[in-house]
């Protein structure tokens, strides 16, 4: 067996963050997680149950080692007790699950947070990699670096025209949907060493730790959500994750996600206390123009000038979307944008649409609301509708 997992650093950085503000504020929750595939795959996913159980096998046998343990405590929002706890940490083979229905692959976990959160990340790129592993390499990394090639050159070409008042930020996103490892190494090398003008780090801490690349994340769903099963009031689980994030971070890592039960119940709790702490905001559903211009009449409600602030936009994009959007909003405010698969699986075979989400905490159903059609997660119906009736977003 070979295995895909190289080290436990990597994963995305975000992981990281909301394991320790949740390790500091919420040690003891209980939670679940399940692995889901949007789309219809070439080929069954069940086939790869036996090989995902050895991966997974080979993950729980890993600890972090000592220089990678150096390299987190450099980052200085990472908290010295944080990275102790790391240092004895393991995933535990008895928290997760694989099964199979019919041609469907079915991955679980259940357990303390602390311990299964992890999982998420490593499971994804572990099934896409086997996944892709079963397709011709050779000629689909040829593939990627003629496409690679014009993405470069179409960036060149771009710098060429006229500059916006801010500048054009790209970052890489697609650690967990990545063709291979050997193919995300060198995408990510060729536009650290060919565009260093506009590309400005990656969500792979591994990779930001062996290439000297900025390592870029702040929060995810599940983050938020658990703050649904955490004791406040539901109309207030915003902006209780909220204040813990400020609390953790005091100024650091000041990107918000907004998209958890939709923009428009985000901004009714992103009051001008929020909006002066937090640095901006992440798009990850929704029509981004949209999403932007309520951003951008938000900030003006406040009087607070949007060019002190930033839009971060992460949802399915591509080049030439990050490209519209910046020549649409960088006049008036920071932008950055987070490619993912369009960056590290772009190699001309269809691609997997797979997650893995939260769907239970401390005995509670947890969701998330998307703007899109399609991204909303729940096992239960019920509390879905509740969480809809209370935050008016629409079925």
């Given at each position: 067996m070979k295995p895909v997992v190289r080290s436990l650093l990597e994963t995305d950085l975000y992981k990281f963050t909301m394991w320790q503000?949740?390790?500091?504020?919420?040690?003891?929750?209980?939670t679940e997680y399940e692995f889901r595939c949007r789309?219809?795959?070439?080929y069954p996913l069940a086939e790869l149950k036996d090989e995902v159980e050895q991966q997974l096998d080979h993950l729980c046998s890993m600890s972090f080692r000592a220089e990678e343990l150096d390299y987190l405590r450099s980052l200085r929002y990472i908290k010295s007790d944080f990275v102790d706890f790391l240092a004895v940490f393991r995933f535990?083979?008895?928290?997760?699950?694989?099964?199979?229905?019919?041609?469907?692959?079915?991955?679980?976990?259940?357990?303390?947070?602390?311990?299964v959160m992890g999982f998420e990340i490593f499971v994804l790129y572990i099934v896409n990699e086997l996944y892709f592993r079963r397709f011709d390499q050779q000629a689909a990394i040829e593939e990627g670096r003629r496409r690679l090639d014009a993405k470069i050159q179409q960036l060149k070409e771009f710098s060429k025209q006229p500059a916006l008042k801010h500048p054009f930020?790209?970052?890489?996103?697609?650690?967990?949907?990545?063709?291979?490892?050997?193919?995300?190494?060198?995408?990510?090398?060729?536009?650290?060493?060919?565009?260093?003008?506009?590309?400005?780090?990656?969500?792979?801490?591994?990779?930001a730790w062996k290439f000297g690349i900025f390592p870029i994340g702040t929060m995810a769903h599940e983050y938020m959500q658990s703050f649904q099963a955490f004791g406040v009031r539901l109309r207030d689980f915003q902006k209780a994750a909220l204040e813990d994030w400020v609390q953790e971070y005091r100024g650091d890592l000041g990107i918000a996600l907004?998209?958890?039960?939709?923009?428009?119940?985000?901004?009714?709790?992103?009051?001008?206390?929020?909006?002066?702490?937090?640095?901006?905001?992440?798009?990850d559903s929704g029509d981004p123009v949209e999403w932007g211009e309520k951003a951008l009449t938000h900030y003006a409600a406040l009087r607070?000038?949007?060019?002190?602030?930033?839009?971060?936009?992460?949802?399915?994009?591509?080049?030439?979307?990050?490209?519209?959007?910046?020549?649409?909003?960088?006049?008036?405010i920071m932008t950055g944008f987070g490619i993912g698969t369009n960056l590290t699986n772009d190699v001309g075979l269809p691609t997997l649409n797979i997650v893995m989400k939260i769907v239970c905490c401390n005995g509670q159903s947890v969701a998330k609301l998307s703007d899109s059609p399609g991204k909303t997660m729940s096992q239960d119906e019920t509390f879905l509708a509740y969480l809809r009736q209370v935050f008016h977003h629409p079925a």
């Open positions: 503000a949740l390790l500091h504020s919420h040690p003891n929750t209980q789309n219809t795959p070439q535990q083979r008895k928290f997760i699950t694989v099964k199979t229905d019919g041609e469907a692959l079915l991955i679980h976990t259940a357990g303390p947070q602390v311990h930020e790209l970052s890489d996103f697609g650690l967990r949907r990545r063709f291979s490892a050997r193919w995300h190494d060198e995408v990510t090398q060729r536009l650290a060493q060919e565009l260093p003008q506009y590309f400005k780090g990656t969500s792979n801490v591994y990779q907004t998209d958890v039960v939709g923009m428009d119940a985000f901004l009714a709790d992103f009051d001008l206390y929020f909006a002066k702490l937090f640095d901006g905001l992440r798009h607070i000038d949007a060019n002190t602030k930033r839009l971060v936009f992460s949802d399915a994009l591509n080049l030439d979307k990050a490209i519209a959007l910046y020549r649409h909003f960088a006049d008036r």
